[in-house]
Every structure is written in C-alpha cells, then in structure tokens.
C-alpha cells in the first residue's frame, strides 16, 4: 500500500508486485519501522494519480506466512494466484488437514493464527473448509539439566554426535522409548547406551539362529518354514508345540497386537519398543529349549521375520539388515505389516487377584476359559484365602470375570 495526500490509500499495481525490500536498512532500534529511514524506500508516486506518495513501512510479520503456507503447498508453482481453489478442495477436503503435529508453544499463536487465516479465506471465498486441520497432536519438549533443551542455555545434545558414538538406530529408538509423545523428555545419556545394549541383543539373536534353510535344508519341515516365512501358511499349530515354544508363540502374537495398537491408535511408540523388548527377553529365557530343539525352526523364523518389521519403522537400519539376515530378498519398505492371531495371542491360564472384604488376600491361577463357578470354587480353595475366611460366614462371593473374586465376610 502508499498513501497519497489526494487519492489516500492506494494498493501498488498488481503488475509491481512483489515490493522488494531494500538491502541497506539502518537498524538503528530508535523506534518506528526501519524502512521510514531510507528515502528511496519510503517516497515513492502513487499508482493512481502519479503525485507523491509514502509506501507502507509495516512489514507482515512470519506469523502470516505460518498462518497459511500449507495451502501453497498443494499449488507451489502457481505463479498467478496464492493457489488453484479446486486443489485445495481436493487435498483438504471440508473438514482440512487430517493431523497437526506441533509443539505446546505454537498453540497460541501459530496455531490461532492458522485459523484466523483459514477462516478470512473461506469468507472471501478462496477454501471451502472451516478449519485448517482436523485433528491436533501436541508434543512434549525435551528436557536436559531441568530445562528445555535449548542453544540459549547451551544444553543441546548433538544428534551427530549421539549417531556417531551410538548409531542413528540406537538415538533414534531412545528419543521415542524415553516418553510418550505427549509428554516431555528428560534426557539421559545412560538412558541411550541402554537402547544400544537391547540392539545388540536383538542382533545377536538373530547372528545365534541362522536362516533356516541352512538348519532345515533337505528336512520335511523346509516347506513349512518357507510358507511361514512367507505369510503363505499359518505357524505351528499351539497344541504340538512346547511350553517353552508355546510362550514365545503368545509373546509374538501378543506383541504384534500391542505394537499395531499403540503405533496406529496412540502413537505411543515408547511401548511399543517395551513390548518388543519383552518378546527377546522370552526369546533369551528359552535359550536352553532353543538350544535343546524344543523350539521349532520355522516358529524361530516367524519370530525373525516379524521382529525385523516392528523394528523397521523405529530402527530402520538394524531392521534392514535383520530382513536380510531371515534370508529375504524382497523389498522391507513394501513388506506389509504383520498381522496377529487372536487365538495365538490368548493366555492359556491367567491369574485373577482375590479380595476378602475389599482386601488383597491371595492370587490363584485358573484356565482362560474357566467359568465363573470354576474360578469361586478355585478362590475359595486358596490357602491363603481359607486363612482369611476361616470361621467366618461367607455372605457374598462376587466373580468379575477375568480380573477378580471379591469374598464378603462377617
């Protein structure tokens, strides 16, 4: 904009745009903009009546490219409007951008701002949505030293530095196992050196049971591995397998679910490496069965195939060499994702607390798939439970299947 003393506020011809700014501003921090100080900035002639006239001194803040440079990027190359009103409506839709992920301190500036511009735009008519995006994620800060992690305070950790002493896998997997997404971060160089030991677990594992093909080459079951390496034929069936087989069997089943759960639904990427390492703890507790051949090979081999694509989102490069080590030879990036077996998944016993007169008396382990009557009859036949009921007048026994026997006494 100008302003003319005769015409007043004129807007600059369309075919002078963009205004470029001058390079030898003087940042004199005296007040007032900067450009009112350079004169061949400042007097300019008024596109209307071709008088004199002052060009604007107030520049637009970033805040205002913030505020909408995601709808230019459905039209960067747009070079004669903001962008193509029918592309916008393709790639947002009615209801904007799908997810926002962002920091805790955007929220009230950015984040308010984006909205003011999405709704200045819809009345003028540009976009057709309401709202810039649909759904929100804030994330937490990172914390060293009880602060958050900043230049200013020279608390920064080099993520080159971390990368080259324990590899980009290793920093990366700390940096989503030390918290959930939502919450801030407290760094702890002994925390990452941890997340190095637990690769290094998984690797050797992995160096410990070769592909097995080397171990089944000419063996009945070489076709059977194959298969389920391949996702072509189900695992082992549960009841020709081992105990010590069997649990890892469930522990692989049960970790496919949890992983798929909390990296899809909730993003909690912090449990889902707890639940993987809990699987290769199983895997090392039957070490002695592995050993022994009472864990099948191609069980073994499910277990690597499917460890290698949990892990290639989080440690992509530890994942692409465990893939190569399964023997595969297709593409890990278009593998698709795992899939559980519910049946597989279930425990085959599970242990329910019993309460007497609302406290923790004793535990009992009962078959999955016992009824209610089984499990009283299991409460009431505790040790520790007749301790606490003897002599006493059982009034109610209630069973919450599954989770608890609750016994009122008096």
């Known amino acids: ?29 005296a007040g007032g903009s900067p450009l009112a100080g350079v004169p061949e900035f400042l007097n300019t002639t008024c596109p209307k009546c071709g008088g004199p006239a002052r060009r604007e001194t ?10 909408w440079y995601f ?31 962002g920091g805790v301190e955007h929220a009230i500036l950015h984040l308010i701002y984006s909205r003011f511009w999405t709704k200045f735009m819809r009345d003028m008519g540009l976009v057709k949505n309401d709202e810039p995006v649909a759904r929100l994620f804030t994330q937490g800060m990172v914390i060293k030293d009880g602060a958050k992690m900043s230049k200013n305070l020279g608390n920064v ?49 992995y160096l410990r049971t070769p592909p097995v093909e080397t171990r089944l080459a000419a063996s009945p ?41 909390d990296f899809q639904g909730r993003w909690h990427f912090n449990t889902c490496i707890a639940a993987i390492m809990e699987l290769v703890n199983e895997i090392y507790g039957a070490e002695q069965a592995i050993a022994a051949g009472r864990v099948p090979a191609s069980l073994l081999a499910d277990v ?13 490069y530890l994942a692409h060499e465990l893939w190569e080590m399964t023997g595969e030879t297709s593409n890990l990036l278009k593998a698709p994702w795992p899939k559980y077996d519910a049946a597989l998944a ?55 299947p599954k989770k608890l026997v609750s016994i009122v006494v008096r």
């Open 304 to 316: 690597q195939r499917n460890i290698a694509l949990l892990l290639a989102p989080m440690a992509p």
């Open 221 to 261: 079951a070489a076709e059977m591995t194959k298969q389920a390496r391949t996702g072509q034929s189900p695992p082992p069936q549960s009841e020709s397998l081992s105990p010590q087989a069997r649990a890892i069997q469930r522990k692989l089943h049960q970790t496919i679910k949890r992983v798929s759960h």
């Open 58 to 67: 107030d520049t637009m803040d970033t805040f205002v490219d913030s505020s």
């Open 1 to 29: 904009m100008v302003y003319c003393d005769k015409d007043g506020v004129v807007p600059v011809a369309e075919k002078d745009l963009p205004v470029i700014l001058p390079h030898n501003v003087p940042i004199t921090l």
């Open 346 to 400: 279930a425990e085959d016993e599970i242990e329910i607390p019993v309460q007497v007169n609302g406290k923790l008396r004793g535990l009992v382990v009962v078959p999955a798939g016992a009824t209610d009557d089984q499990i009283k009859q299991a409460a009431l036949a505790n040790d520790k439970v007749k301790a606490a009921i003897a002599g006493k007048q059982v009034v109610k026994v209630i069973v919450v």
């Open 71 to 101: 709808y230019r990027y459905a039209d960067a190359h747009n070079d004669k409007a903001p962008f193509d009103s029918e592309k916008i409506a393709y790639w947002f839709g009615k209801n904007g951008i799908d997810q926002y992920i």
């Open 157 to 205: 950790v080099s993520p080159d530095e971390m990368v080259a002493r324990y590899g980009a896998d290793a920093a990366r997997l700390y940096s989503l196992f030390a918290a959930p997404p939502d919450r801030d971060l407290d760094w702890q160089d002994s925390g990452i050196e941890g997340i190095q030991r637990f690769l290094g677990r998984v690797y050797r594992f």
